[in-house]
RNA sequence: GCCGGAAUAGCUCAGGGGUAGAGCAAUGCUCUCGUAAAGCAUGGGUCGACAGUUCAAUUCUGUCUUCCGGCUCCA
């Protein structure tokens, strides 16, 4: 496997240097900026003269494909710092990545053909090993150079790169499949959540089938988080500026609110995030250790004007729902409440059958203390250490990223990726080590002194918006039975039959099943149909020989069939299903 | 926010300087039908919005709005 990767990787990182050299001689000015192999492909950033069109794809693709068969060996080579400023004197990106390479590291070129590149490889032997069947560009996009907004916009082409052409089309077929899991489309065609243009853009309205899984996933927080030893609250969406400016948000996060409104004389904000609140709540009056942890939960709605072109989406809005919960505890406590919050993630993880995640550590960086973080840098090196020692013992592998925190301390955040293949943050746990101390907050420890709690932020079950855009993809939209807004659908053979379905619909209905008849004139087959389209777990089908036997017959979603069951076997299986929040059907 | 693309019926899409079409869905009628689409009929569109060019704009041009692919950013 190892040596797979690295040969793709090789082909790709190629195949960067051969869009290169292809894009240069149409635009023999071109500036090229980086070109990288990625996950399933490759890209390279070029400053050109105009911006391309999907006519110069084409056309690229087809110099490169000359290119490669002209079988030009890749020759690598080491070169001095002078002779690398000489060579790229009319590639101002290069020269800014020379300078920018540390005194004494070798500097090395790879040339294939007519193009050369600063590069540190690894290269194929010569381009004849790239299949040239096995490559597509796919788009043109733009990007910043550095990844700095501030800095020059570049134009990205996009390109997959596999050993052969049935790589290629199994992947293409794969990125097919990934659209119709796309929670876009199964949304609207599932009648889950919508937007409007009326109402805004980043604004989801939730259909009554998307507020059925919302109802569950609440439901099933509060179970989680009253077993868990949680208190639920509720705050307002509103408040003064002046609790914004205690917290430290503005000016600090005031360019992702919803602008301010007056009125007598008095500035409101719709809330971002609900920490503020909780805070208030801890600090109406004096708190003794004995009260410590206290953990106040609350599905907080919340309004972030995320910038336009950011919104994506159920996974990226503007105004969100969060499975918010702020745990005030003493240092000593700090360990054990950590680790319980990750003990819920992974619960819920376990439970939604979610196997493809990172959990990421996200520290602070020095550079950035007293701007972007709390200037105590005693405090952050403490609080890290708690955390990676904690994360450490409970053996979850995760990665540590510098320069990445909250400003408030150091958190652990669990990264996913959408259908199309784009990474979301979906839950988060976060140290705060500052803002308590804003907000005064104390409590009386053993010895009658005064202290100031940490806090964890914790949303584990992410915003409902993400978690459920998440969810979609994840199932491909057929959700989990105790999730899925209709579970079972009865379906009578024919029409002197609908009096039987309609019994059996009612008497579901009374174990707290979700079942829906279909009495409609449509032919049985294409009621079965349309349930199957619609992802209803059960369909359960009644005729002569059940109304007779006063038994179901029962097509579950994935085609298999269940034959002659009693009425009340079948809603005692259903019901199992649900209260047991199984992921299987039988 | 930035770069590029797009917007025609509820959905998927065709069309094109002379005010629009299909399939599915919806509605009505007919039909005694066993595990993924019965038949017939009917209704439905300021062709995203606002300007401009033109005898005439849904079609061409501009601005705006929204969406899509990325970048930046994030629950």
């Given at each position: ?259 301010p409104m007056e009125l007598e004389g008095t500035t409101y904000y719709i809330k971002p995030m609900n920490c503020p609140f909780h805070h208030k709540i801890f600090g109406c009056r004096t708190r003794s250790y004995r009260e410590l942890p206290l953990r106040l939960a609350e ?197 002197p039959f609908n009096g039987y379905v309609a019994e059996i619909e009612a008497m579901l209905k009374t174990k707290g099943i979700r079942a829906r008849a279909d009495l409609s004139s449509d032919r049985f087959n294409a009621k079965i149909r349309l349930a199957q389209a ?53």
């Amino acid at each position: 496997m190892a040596d797979n990767d690295d040969i793709l990787l090789k082909i790709r990182h190629s195949a960067a240097h051969v869009m290169a050299e292809a894009v240069i001689q149409i635009f023999p000015t071109a500036k090229i900026a980086i070109g990288p192999a990625i996950e399933n492909g490759f890209y390279y950033d070029f400053d050109l003269p105009r911006t391309l069109t999907p006519e110069d794809l084409e056309e690229i693709e087809k110099l490169m494909k000359a290119v490669i068969k002209g079988k030009h060996t890749f020759t690598r080579q080491v070169v001095s710092r002078k002779e690398a400023e000489a060579m790229f004197k009319d590639q101002p990106y290069k020269l800014e990545l020379i300078a920018e390479l540390p005194e004494g590291e070798e500097i090395s070129i790879y040339t294939q053909g007519a193009f050369t590149d600063l590069c540190r490889g690894p290269h194929v032997a010569n381009t004849g090993e790239i299949d040239p069947a096995g490559v597509k560009l796919l788009s043109i996009s733009s990007a910043y150079w550095r990844g700095d907004e501030k800095r020059e916009q570049l134009q990205r082409i996009y390109g997959t790169a596999w050993r052969n052409k049935k790589e290629l089309d199994a992947h293409l077929t794969m990125l097919e499949e990934a659209k119709k899991r796309d929670h876009r489309k199964l949304g609207r065609d599932l009648e889950i959540f919508f937007f409007d243009d009326e109402i805004g853009p980043g604004l989801p309205l939730w259909m009554p089938k998307g507020g059925v899984i919302i109802e569950e996933l609440e439901k099933l927080a509060k179970e989680m988080e009253a077993a868990a030893g949680y208190e639920r609250v509720k705050t307002p969406h509103l408040t003064k500026e002046s609790l914004f400016l205690k917290s430290g948000h503005l000016p600090y996060y005031a360019e992702s609110m919803y602008p301010p409104m007056e009125l007598e004389g008095t500035t409101y904000y719709i809330k971002p995030m609900n920490c503020p609140f909780h805070h208030k709540i801890f600090g109406c009056r004096t708190r003794s250790y004995r009260e410590l942890p206290l953990r106040l939960a609350e599905y907080g709605t919340c309004y972030r004007y995320e910038k336009s072109g950011e919104l994506f989406g159920l996974m990226r809005v503007r105004s969100m729902q969060m499975n918010d919960a702020h745990i005030y505890c003493a240092e000593d406590q700090f360990e054990t409440e950590f680790m319980a919050v990750i003990d819920m993630y992974n619960a819920y993880f376990k439970l939604f059958g979610i196997e493809k995640f990172l959990m990421r550590f996200s520290t602070h960086g020095k550079e950035g203390l007293g701007k972007k973080y709390v200037d105590n840098e005693a405090l952050w090196l403490k609080t890290e250490d708690m955390v990676r020692k904690v994360m450490t013992k409970s053996g979850i592998p995760f990665t540590e990223v510098a320069d990445e925190a909250a400003f408030y301390g150091p958190k652990i955040d669990v990264q996913i990726w959408s259908a199309i293949g784009r990474e979301f943050t979906l839950a988060t746990n976060q140290v705060d080590f500052a803002v308590p101390e804003r907000f005064n907050l104390k409590f009386m420890n053993k010895a009658g002194t005064e202290e100031t709690p940490l806090c964890l932020h914790r949303a584990p079950l992410s915003t409902h918006e993400r978690m459920i855009g998440f969810l979609l993809e994840h199932f491909a939209g057929a959700l989990p039975v105790w999730l899925s807004p209709v579970q079972v659908a009865v379906i009578p053979v024919a029409e002197p039959f609908n009096g039987y379905v309609a019994e059996i619909e009612a008497m579901l209905k009374t174990k707290g099943i979700r079942a829906r008849a279909d009495l409609s004139s449509d032919r049985f087959n294409a009621k079965i149909r349309l349930a199957q389209a619609e992802k209803i777990p059960y369909m359960m089908i009644a005729g002569e020989q059940e109304q007779t036997k006063k038994t179901v017959s029962v097509r579950l979603r994935t085609g298999e069939q269940l034959k002659d069951l009693a009425q009340s076997a079948f809603a005692d299986l259903v019901k199992g299903k649900i209260t047991s929040r199984s992921l299987s059907l039988q």
